[in-house]
Each structure stands twice: as C-alpha cells, then as structure tokens.
C-alpha cells in the first residue's frame, strides 16, 4: 500500500534501492553527476550480493539519472544504457532499452519468458521461471 522514496532524486533513491541504505550512510545527494557524489567502492549493492550468490545480473536504462555517473552500474554483470543523444525520444529510447534486455533475457536464462504492457506504462515487464542451475536476474 505503502511506496516512500528516500529522495525526490532519483539517483540518490536508486542508491538507496541498491544499497538498502538511506541517503545520509550511502553518499549520493544531488542529481547533477559533475558533484562528484557517487556511491562508494565500499559499500555493496544488491547487484554485488547477487552476483556473489551466482546470479547472472543485467541493467537496461535510458536515463541518465539511474546511470554509471553515480556509481549505480557497480555489481551488475552486464550494464547497458542507450544514451540520451543516441536516440531521440524518450519512448524510443525506453523501446530500445527493453529490446537489449530481452535479447540479454533470453541468452542469459533457458527459462520462460512472458511479456505483458499494461495499459498504464509504455514499457512491457518480464517474468520467467529460473532454472535449478544458473540463476538470472533482470
């Protein structure tokens, strides 16, 4: 019922989401990169943590504000972001960004992949069953 941010920025709450820390332990504050307030090389993501227990893990972004600028790329196996200039048009960027995550979806697991687009967002979602052996994650 209840979602509460730790920041109106989005990349100091993203750091909280990959962290579990609130913004005052992690570090992020401010939503311009040249701050130079990245998350530091100390702290373990979520990303990280997975990846020690053997999960394949992916991010697929088309904002700047959830990129490596901060240090939100640290853990993930595979980190890709189709850069604002790039592709004009944030729905075009979004469309390309799912696209990289499937094809890396469908190389990474020999799961089941199900894709839904609720009439409510522009992006589709995925679900999959992971295999016993060889865990991913998206």
Not at 53 to 61: I, P, S
Not at 116 to 132: D, G, I, K, L, V
Request: hydrophobic share 35%.
């Amino acid at each position: 019922e209840f979602a509460i941010a730790q920041s109106a920025a989005t990349p100091v709450s993203h750091a909280s989401i990959l962290t579990g820390l609130n913004p005052f332990q992690h570090g992020v504050r401010v939503i311009a990169a040249a701050s130079g307030t990245r998350l530091p090389r100390e702290i373990p993501t979520l990303a990280a943590r997975l990846g020690e227990a053997g999960w394949n893990t992916g991010a697929f972004l088309s904002s700047f504000t959830v990129s490596e600028y901060y240090g939100l790329d640290r853990g993930f196996d595979t980190w890709h972001r189709v850069p604002d200039r790039a592709m004009p048009g944030r729905l075009a960027r979004e469309g390309a960004t799912w696209e990289e995550g499937e094809r890396w979806l469908r190389k990474a697991a020999s799961s089941s992949l199900k894709t839904t687009s609720p009439a409510w967002t522009s992006s589709p979602r995925a679900t999959w069953n992971t295999p016993q052996t060889g865990r991913t994650c998206l």
